[in-house]
Every structure is written in structure tokens, then in C-alpha cells.
């Protein structure tokens, strides 16, 4: 009997403790100039170090590309503000090559798609909540 309500109380806080973060995060990448390569995505929690230095991310992911598009479905983010940035890695070297003046040479892209001026977009534009018992779906297009 004490057995039985032993094991009903954990399977109980079990359940409670998997349903109070319950979020899930979905994120497509569309617009990769070729199959070569990877995709590498970071995503983070707070303004300092986006969008590239990989030690502030909270998350990091190397995708493989199909067709030109990569997915990643995250499930073990609490729910939180969150902004993300990829680029299309081609020749797989970890880094986002860039021209003499420094302008990305390879494709890149970050959550919410802001309009783009002479310099990498901040945290805030492209920012999102990330609330519980959610499924957010975030499609980005590299350029």
C-alpha cells in the first residue's frame, strides 16, 4: 500500500515537473546556397555576445542541409526571451568567412529576418518569447 503511494507521488511530480516547461522550440532554415556545408545556429538568452561569440549562446547545433533548407526542433529551453543566428558554413572551417571589408561572404540569417544595414542586428531585434506550454516555430532565410 505505502509502495503504491510512493510510486503514484513520483509518477505525479514527474508529470508536473515535464509539464511546467513544456516549451518547444521550432526552428527552419531556408535559403542555403547549396547541400555543401553545415548549418551552424547559436541561440541565446541575452544581448551579450549575440550574434557570434558561441561561449554566451545557450544552445549551439550543427545542422546538416537538405534541399537547400535545415531543421532543428529544441525541447529543453525553459521559457524565456530568445534570439538566434546561423549561417550556412560551406566550406565547414567553423567560421563565417567575410570579404576584405568584413562583409559576410557566406549566407547567414537571424530570428525574426530584421532588415540589415552595415552592421549585425542586436539582440533586440531579434528577440522572441518563448512562453510555456508552447510550440514556437522561427523560419529564418539566409541571405
Same mark, same amino acid.
Request: net charge negative; glycine share 4%.
Given at each position: &500500500?505505502?509502495?503504491?503511494?510512493?510510486?503514484?507521488?513520483?509518477?505525479?511530480?514527474?508529470?508536473?515537473?515535464?509539464?511546467?516547461?513544456?516549451?518547444?522550440? #521550432?526552428? &527552419?532554415? #531556408? %535559403?542555403?546556397?547549396? =547541400?555543401?556545408?553545415?548549418?551552424?545556429?547559436?541561440?541565446?538568452?541575452?544581448? *551579450?555576445?549575440?550574434?557570434?561569440?558561441?561561449?554566451?549562446? *545557450?544552445?549551439?547545433?550543427?545542422?546538416?542541409?537538405? %534541399?537547400?533548407?535545415?531543421?532543428?526542433?529544441? =525541447?529543453?529551453?525553459?521559457?524565456?526571451?530568445?534570439?538566434?543566428?546561423?549561417? %550556412? =558554413?560551406?566550406?565547414?572551417?567553423?567560421?563565417?568567412?567575410? %570579404?576584405?571589408?568584413?562583409?559576410?561572404?557566406?549566407?547567414?540569417?537571424?530570428?525574426?529576418?530584421?532588415?540589415?544595414?552595415?552592421?549585425?542586428? #542586436?539582440?533586440?531585434?531579434?528577440?522572441?518569447?518563448?512562453? *510555456?506550454?508552447?510550440?514556437?516555430? *522561427?523560419?529564418?532565410?539566409?541571405?
Amino acid at each position: &500500500m505505502i509502495f503504491t503511494w510512493i510510486l503514484t507521488l513520483f509518477i505525479s511530480f514527474a508529470s508536473f515537473s515535464q509539464s511546467k516547461n513544456e516549451a518547444s522550440l #521550432t526552428i &527552419m532554415i #531556408t %535559403h542555403a546556397k547549396s =547541400d555543401e556545408g553545415l548549418i551552424r545556429l547559436l541561440v541565446f538568452d541575452q544581448a *551579450v555576445g549575440f550574434p557570434e561569440h558561441v561561449q554566451s549562446a *545557450v544552445a549551439s547545433y550543427s545542422l546538416p542541409i537538405q %534541399h537547400k533548407e535545415s531543421k532543428v526542433v529544441i =525541447d529543453d529551453l525553459p521559457p524565456g526571451e530568445y534570439a538566434v543566428s546561423v549561417f %550556412h =558554413d560551406e566550406d565547414n572551417n567553423g567560421e563565417l568567412e567575410k %570579404h576584405l571589408l568584413g562583409f559576410p561572404s557566406e549566407r547567414y540569417g537571424f530570428s525574426n529576418n530584421p532588415k540589415l544595414t552595415f552592421a549585425a542586428p #542586436t539582440f533586440e531585434n531579434c528577440s522572441f518569447l518563448l512562453e *510555456v506550454n508552447q510550440n514556437k516555430h *522561427v523560419h529564418i532565410k539566409l541571405r
